[in-house]
T-cell receptor, first 116, second 114 residues
Framework: KAGVTQTPRYLIKTRGQQVTLSCSPI?????VSWYQQTPGQGLQFLFE???????NKGNFPGRFSGRQFSNSRSEMNVSTLELGDSALYLC???????????????FGPGTRLTVL | DQQVKQNSPSLSVQEGRISILNCDYT??????FLWYKKYPAEGPTFLIS?????DKNEDGRFTVFLNKSAKHLSLHIVPSQPGDSAVYFC?????????????FGTGTKLQVIP
């Protein structure tokens, strides 16, 4: 079956702009989690959505938000971009469990965001 | 403040030998731990996990050990194979403020030499 897909794969924005990233989970998966990966901080958990509701969240500012649609597709939005937001943004889907459950998480290839 | 630390950025091991990847954490609220493997240009792949009520979990060639008193976990790969060459991330999870939080280490790059 098709894996997790993320669009776009690469994005260049300038400071102050906003950006929306999209994630399509594996068919049948209802949990979608978002992560930020940077060389200095490694992988950091942003939030998790399940059944169109944010079920878990990490320690990121309110500029980072997300939503999930009835077909489980998820979007992540970052407003008022800062240089430090440059990173690889990964989403992961699982059947029903979140990042902590025994459900295997399947990661997408990521969206590389560069903020100039 | 790095709550989950992987102090070895890289590790080289001969094929057939044991690979031991280490991870230390500082926050006592963590009670579930995971290991992920990541190949270049791909997203991380879940490998194995362990709950804090256990001290060992085994899955084929992969075993994770948890020492709660030392706040230390390790991943053992036996025997190591060239296909195991990848970056390995440990992650720790716990409840805080009504939410699950997951914190990752910065990764250890494993190279298995044929």
């Amino acid at each position: 079956k098709a894996g997790v897909t993320q669009t776009p794969r690469y994005l260049i924005k300038t400071r102050g702009q906003q950006v929306t990233l999209s994630c399509s989970p594996i068919s049948g998966h209802r949990s979608v989690s978002w992560y930020q990966q940077t060389p200095g901080q490694g992988l950091q958990f942003l939030f998790e959505y399940f059944s169109e509701t944010q079920r878990n969240k990490g320690n990121f500012p309110g500029r980072f938000s997300g939503r999930q649609f009835s077909n489980s597709r998820s979007e992540m939005n970052v407003s008022t971009l800062e240089l430090g937001d440059s990173a690889l943004y990964l989403c992961a889907s699982s059947l029903v469990g979140g990042p902590r459950s025994t459900d295997t998480q399947y990661f997408g290839p990521g969206t590389r965001l560069t903020v100039l | 403040d790095q709550q989950v630390k992987q102090n070895s950025p890289s590790l080289s091991v001969q094929e057939g030998r044991i690979s031991i990847l280490n991870c230390d954490y500082t926050n006592s609220m963590f009670d579930y731990f995971l290991w992920y493997k990541k190949y270049p240009a791909e997203g991380p792949t879940f490998l194995i996990s362990i709950s804090s009520i256990k001290d060992k979990n085994e899955d084929g060639r992969f075993t994770v050990f948890l020492n709660k008193s030392a706040k230390h976990l390790s991943l053992h790969i036996v025997p190591s194979q060239p296909g195991d060459s990848a970056v390995y991330f440990c992650a720790a999870s716990g409840w805080s403020g009504g939410y699950q939080k997951v914190t990752f280490g910065t990764g250890t790059k494993l190279q298995v030499i044929p």
